[in-house]
């Protein structure tokens, strides 16, 4: 579990784009690519510490792979067809 603020905030970054990339049409392999390349910057940039990237990884990585993040929910019931 995140404890620190800034790393819960990258988190939170992340999987917003994990969602808006899934509803653009990419799949699990770009989303893994878009988040080593996230992570790396994080490194070279030391915005907070290895220990703390790396926690972020595993978090980030459970949520990728977890599909109910990202299933298909209909935003309105389909309507009923009567035929007589």
């Known amino acids: ?41 994080l490194r070279h940039s030391n915005a907070i510490e290895p220990y703390l990237i790396h926690r972020l990884e595993e978090e980030a990585t459970r949520y990728l792979y977890d599909v109910s993040n990202f299933a298909m929910t209909m935003t309105q019931p389909e309507p009923e067809h009567d035929y007589y």
């Open 1 to 41: 579990m995140l404890q620190d603020t800034q790393t819960i905030r990258f988190y939170q970054r992340i999987t917003d784009a994990f969602v808006e990339l899934w509803n653009r049409g990419y799949r699990t392999d770009d989303m893994r690519m878009y988040l080593d390349g996230y992570l790396a910057s």
